[in-house]
Structures are given as structure tokens and as C-alpha cells.
């Protein structure tokens, strides 16, 4: 069973819009930390925004926000008044387990902000 | 700050060969792992490594290797190299260990196989 799905393999969003990137995990572990990354062209992974699995509050930084449903077992990154800049493709990351350091990555989704 | 930097940045080998990477990670990070991005399969885990012993392997065969030296400098190896080995391969460093200790990206090896 996939434990990160990311069900949107691409969107495109008007430039000053909000967007909304869905991701839902699986995981039986009760302490998991779940991670957005962005990957532009250039290849590099730039991480956004962390949500632990007890912290009571979604996660903000900036324009990133995270609107965390435990019970539903989804993460979704939502970012506000998108910029061309956010053209890019975008993965739901989760880390099970203190102690194991892997990321278990989803499929990613395309990002494209129309002028 | 100087990030994590991966070298080479782009690499072609001939099937059978052998390949070596290099990972820098950011200066202080003591752990560092790497990761296999292909369209196929997407970003897949290989390894990890901290203070210079193998913490964790992904579910690789045992061609693909790796090492960690006492300044945190990571290489990894592969040996008798397929077609199937195209792809980024990304490096990440964090400071330490921990369920949300971030990690810091390279900007990958592309490697092609022909």
C-alpha cells in the first residue's frame, strides 16, 4: 500500500491565487513527522513546512501552510497568493519511527502558476 | 552558509562500469542520506549514514554501497552498473537525528547509463 499519496500529478493556478496540494499518508506508527518539499527544474529539494504528528496546531511559514487532519490521515500544503516563482513540482514527505531517518517521498505534484 | 554540495553534477557511464558520488554536507551535519529519483519509481531511499556507520538501507541490492567519512563527507558506490540506474541520485545532510530534524538537499547527480 502507498503510505504517502499525492492524487494530483499536475495543476494549474492563476498567479495571486491560493492553491491547495492534497496528500494522504498510512502509517500505524502513532509519532511520524510529515514534510512538503519543493523541486524545481534545477533538481534540488528545498524543504517548506514540518508537521509532527502531536503538534496541536497546523504548521505555517510564510506563505505555506499545512491543514492537518489526523483522523483523516491527510496533510495538505496550501499556499497563498501564489507567484510565478512557485512554478515547481512539490512532494508530501513522511518520517516514521524516532531514530529512522528515511523520508518516504509521494509521487509529487506539477505545479504551474499562469501569469 | 555553503549547502550541501554533490559532485559531479552530471555523469554518463557504459553498463558493467562502476560509479562513485560525493555528498558534502552542510558544515556541523552529521548525518547524511541519499536517494534514488527516477520517473518510474520516484524518490526511493538508499541509506543513511551518522558518525560514520550505515543507520538505516533502503531496499536496494547490494550493488549500490556507500561509506561516510569522519568529516561527514558521504560517497556512494555502484558497481556493475544497469540501464536501470539512470537517474538523479540526491544527497541530503541534517544536523542530527530525529523525527523532525530537517533535511538539507543537494542539487543531485544526474547519472546516465548507456
Known amino acids: 500500500a502507498q503510505k504517502i499519496t499525492q492524487t494530483q500529478p499536475g495543476m494549474f493556478v492563476q498567479e495571486k491565487e491560493a492553491v491547495t496540494l492534497d496528500c494522504t499518508y498510512d502509517?500505524?506508527?502513532?509519532?511520524?513527522?510529515l514534510f512538503w518539499y519543493k523541486q524545481p527544474s534545477s533538481g534540488e529539494m528545498i524543504f517548506l513546512i514540518y508537521q509532527g504528528s502531536y503538534d496541536q496546531q497546523n504548521a505555517t511559514e510564510g506563505r505555506y501552510s499545512l491543514n492537518f487532519q489526523k483522523a483523516r490521515k491527510s496533510a495538505n500544503l496550501v499556499i497563498s497568493a501564489s507567484q510565478l516563482g512557485d512554478s515547481a513540482m512539490y512532494f508530501c514527505?513522511?518520517?516514521?519511527?524516532?531514530?529512522?531517518?528515511?523520508?518516504?517521498f509521494g509521487t509529487g505534484t506539477r505545479l504551474t502558476i499562469i501569469p | 552558509k555553503a549547502g550541501v554540495t554533490q559532485t559531479p553534477r552530471y555523469l554518463i557511464k557504459t553498463r558493467g562500469q562502476q560509479v562513485t558520488l560525493s555528498c558534502s554536507p552542510i558544515?556541523?551535519?552529521?548525518?547524511v542520506s541519499w536517494y534514488q529519483q527516477t520517473p518510474g519509481q520516484g524518490l526511493q531511499f538508499l541509506f543513511e549514514y551518522f558518525s560514520e556507520t550505515q543507520r538505516n538501507k533502503g531496499n536496494f541490492p547490494g550493488r549500490f554501497s556507500g561509506r561516510q567519512f569522519s568529516n561527514s563527507r558521504s560517497e556512494m558506490n555502484v558497481s556493475t552498473l544497469e540501464l536501470g540506474d539512470s537517474a538523479l541520485y540526491l544527497c541530503?545532510?541534517?544536523?542530527?537525528?530525529?523525527?523532525?530534524?530537517?533535511?538539507?538537499f543537494g542539487q543531485g547527480t544526474r547519472l546516465t547509463v548507456v
Open positions: 558544515s556541523g551535519h552529521r548525518s
Open positions: 541530503a545532510s541534517s544536523l542530527t537525528r530525529g523525527l523532525g530534524t530537517e533535511a538539507f
Open positions: 502509517t500505524s506508527d502513532p509519532s511520524y513527522g
Open positions: 514527505a513522511m518520517r516514521e519511527d524516532f531514530g529512522n531517518e528515511k523520508l518516504t
